[in-house]
C-alpha cells in the first residue's frame, strides 16, 4: 500500500506541470457535483458549481497539488469564459420580442441596481478598513468572470480573491431572489430572469434556465448588461473610495 501512494504521488508530481491534470480535476469536480447535486434533490441553497468547487478543493488537499500549480494548468479554461458568455445571445435573440416590450424599465433599472451592486460592496470594505487590493477584488462581484477578470486587473486587485467573492455573490443572490420573490409574490419569469441574472450573473443565470427559458433569456440580459455598465462605471466609482 505504502508502494502504491509512492507511486500515485510520483505520477501527482510529474504531471503537475501540465494542464493535462487541472482540466481532468476540474471536469471531474464539475460533474460529480453534478451528480452529488441531484442526489441531494437539487437544493437552491447549495447549486452544483458551489459543490463543484468543494469537491476540487479537497482534490487539491489530498492530491498535495499546489494551487498555483492548478491555477497555470487551469488557465486556459479561463478563456472560455468568454466564448460561453457570447453564446448566452442566442437565448437572448429568441426572446427578443419580450425585451423589446419592456426596454423602458430595464433602461430605468439597470444603472441604479448595477451601481448599487458594486459601492455598497465598495462602501463596506471601506468601512472596514480594507486596503486597496481587497476594495479593488470584492468591487465586480456582481459582475460576470470574464468581465470581471478584467476590471480586477485594471483596478490592482487579486484575482483569486475576486473568483470567492463572485461565487459567494452568485449562491447567495439566487437563494435571496427564490426566496424574496415567493415571498413577494413575483411569479413573472422576466422579473426573476432580470434580477438573477443582474445580481447573480452565471449562477444566477443557471438557476434562471432551470426555472424556463423565458427567465434565461432575461438573465443573460441583466448578466450582460451588468457586465459592460459595470466597465464603464467602476473605475470611476472606485476613484471615490480609493484616493
Not at 424599465?105 to 486597496?132: E, K, Q
Not at 413573472?188 to 450573473?201: C, V
Not at 451588468?226 to 467602476?234: D, H, I, K
Request: with cysteine.
Amino acid at each position: 500500500m505504502t508502494e502504491f501512494w509512492l507511486r500515485a504521488g510520483g505520477l501527482v508530481d510529474a504531471l503537475s506541470g501540465l494542464p493535462m491534470l487541472a482540466v481532468a480535476l476540474t471536469l471531474a469536480a464539475f460533474f460529480a457535483g453534478e451528480r452529488l447535486f441531484r442526489l441531494l434533490r437539487q437544493p437552491i441553497w447549495c447549486p452544483p458549481v458551489l459543490l463543484s468547487a468543494f469537491l476540487l478543493s479537497g482534490f487539491l488537499v489530498v492530491l498535495g497539488l499546489d494551487f498555483r500549480q492548478y491555477r497555470e494548468g487551469a488557465q486556459w479554461l479561463t478563456l472560455l469564459l468568454g466564448p460561453a458568455t457570447v453564446a448566452l445571445g442566442v437565448p437572448l435573440y429568441q426572446q427578443m420580442h419580450h425585451i423589446r416590450a419592456l426596454w423602458r424599465p430595464i433602461l430605468v433599472t439597470l444603472p441604479v441596481a448595477a451601481t448599487l451592486a458594486a459601492c455598497y460592496a465598495l462602501a463596506l470594505a471601506a468601512v472596514f478598513g480594507a486596503s486597496a487590493e481587497v476594495l479593488a477584488s470584492v468591487a465586480p462581484k456582481s459582475v460576470t468572470a470574464p468581465i470581471a477578470i478584467g476590471i480586477t486587473e485594471q483596478l490592482g486587485g487579486s484575482v483569486s480573491l475576486m473568483m470567492g467573492g463572485l461565487l459567494v455573490t452568485g449562491v447567495l443572490a439566487t437563494l435571496f431572489v427564490d426566496g424574496l420573490g415567493q415571498w413577494l409574490g413575483i411569479r413573472d419569469d422576466r422579473i426573476l430572469g432580470f434580477a438573477l441574472g443582474l445580481n447573480g450573473h452565471a449562477v444566477g443565470t443557471a438557476r434562471a434556465f432551470a426555472i424556463s427559458p423565458t427567465a434565461g433569456a432575461f438573465a443573460s440580459l441583466g448578466m450582460g448588461l451588468t457586465g459592460v455598465f459595470t466597465a464603464l462605471m467602476l473605475p470611476l466609482a472606485f476613484g471615490l473610495f480609493v484616493p
